[in-house]
């Protein structure tokens, strides 16, 4: 629904308006009376900006992020109990910015500068309880030093600006953006009703099922739930108390083939609420699968480097586009001068086939049905996550965007984002990825097929299962990615049933590959992960349609030279 | 009554060096598992072309915890834990040349915390195969370095791994409070009196808590089952004096039993007095000349300085040198040579339980090689070195074990360690007779003061005190670095404290006791300026208010 449609009825305002009423008066209640924290932020920030702000370099914006993290995290593995401890923790985050919204501190420094450009790892801990005199030293002591840094770094940045030619990108360094303040209602780990001693049960079932398998190596069954309550305050007026939670399930397990390839396998669960969790039934069912499929792919043949036509399963999609699309729109890696910048000047241009569409949307908590990772409202500098449709059929449109401008786009849309240890950097949220030609499996196999046969190839590739990849977007090694397949299939032109094989890596340039994708499915798969990048480990979706690739390049995949263990397991 | 006692000790170590059993008669879940399974490795595991392994020895460690972290009377951190982790050890060849003593790795597992044979065997299992495959190739890797090097004749000689007989000794647990209410409350309270301090800029109470067992097989038939509860209390605090130099302290306080442990109000009081200490360090002027002369340090400095230049340098730990050619300890090389000052002598007690009717914490019944320490070792004897620490590694001089192979819960490895060590002097007079040889030394040297150290840490000397020659006054100083200070410094020395010091930490992942005199009067020690000060700006704004 479009809050800004002018077409809406009466009823549907007056409704509206009740609702804001006691949204109202609820948010002023927990400002005041539940949840203290963030007066003791706001309280510390203004009476540090007050005199920073005077300073003969003075500060211009604070910013102070505070998570508060309550998770059970559970392990078994082979049917017994490896790890069960509960966790309650606060981290803190402090950003200062000296110059001007047109130059700061956080300006990127040119190559062969002598000042340190690297974002700032902090681990800083906090009081769990809102307790204001130990709260308040804490982020005192913190800011005084991140303020005496800025303020140096700045200096690194007026030197370097000075000595080094122009940047090809004029954008200001901060962004100008309107505040908000925002309140949930504070959550505990009870009100997700989990029982710790009912999932270590579960977990020692789901994992006994590869008691079985002699083949198995180790395996595990890992359960968590997570209560994550962000904080975010700062100069400019905002105030915003948000809650994050979820369940994971993920079973992995681990053999060695005969040449010495590790071979792993995963199967993972995520929903945010825990009625959304599979029955044991279907865990154990999905389980027993992966173990039989394991044994198989022990005895697989190795393949070799090929290139050619394949498909891509829906979830392995999801990492290829997230791996090779996602992260050359981010807008904040389009300003470095370091930058390859694949699609800087691309915009309004075709970069993908005509019938597909890719949007990020933090406000998506699930996509047909499909419960999503990367959902939040508001982004780590205060900013509401927006929809951002970077690509309407097939022309690029618009990129990810933090409060770092970039020339063309000097506006954030909610996608500034890091871990708390982090600064923040532009990051991807849900990416969805859709076709408005949709085929059906038959369709996919049959255009595969016909390209494989058409390249005189007895065969061409199913990437089923993926673990993952990374990519480059330097400007000083290869611009390239490669993606981990776990469960790859030959389909035979002749057809021969399909046929498992092991060892290979997907590997390619961005432009290329993005030339090649033909078709996409009617299906969606997700994968649900998480992603790592300059600003630290964040939690990403990827929903994709299975893609048919005319050419793809595979590579033999890096591997063990051990032997498979000399005594049967116990 | 202490006769009665003494007759069962007696019979205890008896048994206990005779290897049998003297408590606990059920059958241990975890034992029996690891040796099921450790058997099974030993007979069975074995590579064509490469020699099987001819001994195995698998630890468990298993504790439950609980770590409590305060600040200014709010908690920060409070959680409990399981954990049960498994550490294998395997070598291939025999006791003559196996491969130890090159390319080692270490290897560390979490084990089933569930006492069933079946997943604890699981995590041995898959431990043991990859520790075998890398000793096996290390074995060989290792006879074809020595092939190529001609060694000298007494080290050509020495065995790889000494043969002792095996042991059996099973413990029962001890008791340990791990009443996280009674920590987080103990911490918040005790945090909470810094408020009181606007000086002090950062401060912490840092509590664990570890219900311990470790269980040892080995294929020599060692079995072993023993308790390592371990409480620590750490205040931390940190300061900014006015012309900016960083300051910071800590008091530990480490033991076995919860009957060791001081009281809340009482482990405050202590606090309170290194926080006064402390601010007056921080009023104290810097250091602005150079001496060299007599020093007197006092109380736990003398700890610190004894442990820092004798164990922590590894000074007396026999060590042997790897084939590669690095390490080893030349110290040995002094044996029956003298080594410090003959008014000098230092024993290891780590098979004596108490000493003068005090418990010390750093006793062991037995090490992680199976080895029991002796009651009483000589190691430097009126300054002549007659002996050093060792596990079952033989060194050229010291070429058996004395149970010194501690295992070490930071890093759950096996090293090297001091238990207990008794360091006395023959030369001992009170203190006030100490501080009137130092300050008659130093007017000798025609120095208007000399310097007492009274509180020492790594290399760090954290409470300098001058005074002075002429009327015995003291005036406390900082910004002081110790650059000579080393074993060889206690060649030269004029005295020591006639009062014995009991110092408990824990060093090397394990309890260390240090009994040592209350003070100890260099002859010549360097005292000056520490050059890596580096003075920070004041604080922009002022500290919030702690009330």
Redesign the interface.
């Known amino acids: 629904m479009n809050y800004f449609d002018n077409n809406i009825n009466t009823k549907y305002i007056r409704m509206k308006k009740g609702i804001l009423l006691v949204l109202f008066a609820m948010f002023t209640q927990i400002s005041f009376s539940q949840d203290k924290l963030i007066d003791i932020l706001k309280n510390e920030i203004n009476r540090n900006f007050i005199l920073l702000k005077e300073r003969p370099v003075p500060a211009y914006y604070m910013s102070y992020r505070v998570q508060d993290t309550k998770r059970h995290a559970i392990t078994a593995s082979f049917g017994n109990l490896t790890y069960s401890a509960p966790l309650h923790q606060r981290r803190f985050n402090v950003d200062i910015r000296v110059g001007s919204h047109e130059m700061d501190n956080t300006r990127e420094l040119k190559a062969g500068s002598s000042g340190n450009s690297g974002n700032r790892y902090e681990n800083n801990v906090l009081s769990v309880e809102d307790d204001p005199v130990a709260i308040q030293t804490e982020l005192w002591r913190n800011s005084d030093q991140i303020y005496k840094d800025a303020v140096k770094q700045f200096e690194n940045v007026k030197a370097n600006v000075a000595v080094k030619v122009a940047s090809e990108d004029k954008s200001n360094d901060f962004t100008q953006e309107s505040s908000e303040k925002y309140f949930e209602k504070p959550l505990q780990i009870a009100d997700l009703k989990f029982d710790a001693s009912e999932w270590e049960k579960k977990l020692k079932q789901y994992s006994n099922v590869f008691s079985d398998n002699k083949d198995i190596l180790n395996c595990s069954a890992n359960f968590s739930v997570e209560l994550v309550r962000k904080y975010f305050v700062d100069t400019e007026g905002r105030e915003i108390a948000e809650n994050a939670y979820s369940y994971r399930i993920q079973i992995t397990a681990l053999t060695i083939a005969e040449d010495g390839m590790e071979l792993p396998l995963y199967q993972s669960y995520f929903a945010i609420n825990a009625k959304d969790l599979p029955s044991d039934e279907q865990i154990i069912k999905d389980t027993k699968k992966l173990s039989a499929l394991i044994s198989e792919l022990r005895k697989a043949p190795v393949a070799e480097s090929y290139s050619g036509p394949a498909l891509m399963t829906a979830e392995a999609a999801g990492v290829f586009f997230h791996e090779i699309f996602g992260h050359r729109v981010e807008g904040a890696r389009l300003k470095q001068e370091s930058d390859a910048q694949t699609f800087k000047k691309k915009v309004g241009e075709l970069v993908l086939p005509k019938d597909i569409s890719i949007f990020f949307d933090p406000k998506l908590k699930e996509y047909k049905n499909i419960p999503l990772n990367g959902s939040y409202v508001f982004d780590d500098e205060g900013i509401r996550g927006q929809r951002v449709d970077v690509v309407k059929n097939g022309i690029l449109n618009r990129f990810l965007m933090s409060r770092t401008p970039i020339e063309g786009f000097s506006n954030s849309n909610g996608h500034g984002r890091a871990m708390i240890f982090y600064n923040n950097v532009t990051r991807q949220s849900n990416m969805i990825i859709e076709s408005n030609n949709p085929k059906s499996d038959k369709e996919l196999r049959t255009l595969l097929i016909e390209q494989s046969k058409k390249e005189n190839k007895q065969y061409g590739y199913l990437f089923d299962k993926v673990s993952g990849g990374f990519t480059t977007t330097g400007r000083y090694m290869p611009n390239a990615f490669n993606v981990t397949p776990l469960i790859v299939y030959r389909v035979y032109t002749d057809g021969r049933p399909d046929e498992l094989v092991r060892g290979v890596d997907l590997v390619g340039t961005p432009l290329s590959i993005f030339s090649q994708v033909e078709a996409c499915g009617n299906d969606h798969g997700v994968f649900n992960g998480a992603c790592g990048a300059e600003s630290g480990s964040l939690p990403v979706s990827c929903v994709s349609p299975t893609l048919f690739i005319k050419m793809i390049e595979t590579q033999k995949k890096a591997k063990s030279q051990t032997q498979p263990p000399v005594l049967e397991r116990p | 009554m202490q006769l009665k006692y003494k007759y069962n000790l007696m019979i205890a170590v008896f048994l206990l060096c005779t290897g049998m059993i003297f408590a606990q008669q059920t059958e241990n879940v975890i034992l029996s598992a690891i040796q099921k399974?450790v058997d099974?490795?030993k007979a069975?595991?074995?590579?064509d072309k490469l020699k099987p392994p001819f001994f195995i020895s698998y630890t468990i460690f298993d504790f439950k915890g609980i770590e409590v972290?305060?600040?200014?009377?709010?908690?920060?951190?409070?959680?409990?834990?399981?954990n049960?982790g498994g550490k294998p050890s395997l070598l291939v060849g025999d006791y003559n040349r196996n491969n130890s003593n090159y390319n080692i790795r270490n290897y560390v597992k979490?084990?089933?915390?569930?006492n069933?044979p079946?997943?604890i065997?699981?995590a041995i299992?898959?431990d043991l195969?990859?520790v075998?495959?890398n000793s096996a190739e290390a074995y060989e890797s290792k006879l074809a370095a020595i092939a190529q090097q001609k060694l000298e004749e007494d080290e050509a000689n020495l065995l790889d791994l000494e043969q002792t007989p095996p042991i059996t000794l099973i413990l029962e647990k001890e008791k340990v409070n791990l009443d996280k209410n009674y920590w987080d409350n103990y911490a918040k309270k005790a945090s909470e009196i810094v408020?009181k301090y606007p000086e002090i800029?950062?401060s912490g109470v840092n509590i664990l808590v570890r219900d311990a067992m470790i269980y040892i097989y080995n294929t020599e038939n060692t079995q072993i089952a023993i308790p390592a509860p371990y409480y620590r209390l750490q205040f931390s605090i940190s300061t900014v004096t006015e012309d900016g130099q960083e300051l910071s302290d800590h008091l530990y306080i480490e033991h076995s039993t919860f009957e060791q442990i001081p009281e809340l109000q009482k482990f405050i009081d202590s606090c309170e007095l290194i926080i006064k200490d402390f601010i007056a360090l921080r009023n104290a002027p810097l250091i602005q000349e150079a001496y060299s002369g007599p020093v007197l340090f006092e109380g736990m400095a003398v700890a610190e300085a004894f442990h820092t230049h004798f164990f922590n340098n590894q000074t007396l730990n026999a060590r042997r040198k790897a084939v590669g050619g690095y390490g080893g300890n030349n110290t040995e090389m002094m044996k029956d040579k003298k080594l410090i000052s003959r008014s000098l002598t230092i024993k290891s007690l780590s098979g004596t339980e108490t000493y003068k009717g005090k418990k010390l914490d750093g006793y062991f019944p037995v090490d992680a090689e199976g080895v029991v320490p002796d009651k009483e070792l000589l190691l430097v004897e009126n300054g002549v070195l007659r002996n050093m620490l060792n596990g079952r590694t033989p060194t050229k001089k010291f070429q058996h074990s004395n149970g010194h192979a501690k295992f070490n819960f930071n890093s759950y490895s096996v090293a090297t360690a001091p238990g207990n060590i008794l360091f006395t002097s023959n030369d001992t007079y009170s203190i006030d007779e100490l501080k009137k040889k130092l300050l008659a030394a130093a007017k000798e040297e025609d120095f208007e003061y000399a310097y007492i150290v009274r509180r020492y840490r790594n290399n760090n000397p954290l409470a300098v005190y001058k005074i002075y020659v002429e009327d015995g006054r003291e005036e406390l100083v900082r910004g002081v670095s110790l650059p000579d200070l080393n074993t060889k410094s206690f060649k030269r020395v004029l005295g020591a404290s006639n009062r014995e010091l009991f110092h408990t930490a824990c060093y090397f992942g394990s309890f260390t006791t240090y009994i040592v005199p209350g003070a100890f009067l260099f002859e010549e020690l360097e005292v000056t300026r520490n050059n890596n000060i580096t003075f920070k700006?004041p604080?922009?704004?002022p500290?919030?208010?702690?009330?």
């Open positions: 399974e099974r490795n069975e595991l074995k590579i972290a305060a600040s200014l009377g709010a908690l920060s951190h409070s959680i409990e834990y399981n049960r979490s084990v089933s915390l569930e069933d079946k997943g065997a699981i299992w898959e195969d990859k075998y495959k408020k800029i950062s700006t604080f922009i704004v500290k919030p208010a702690t009330n």
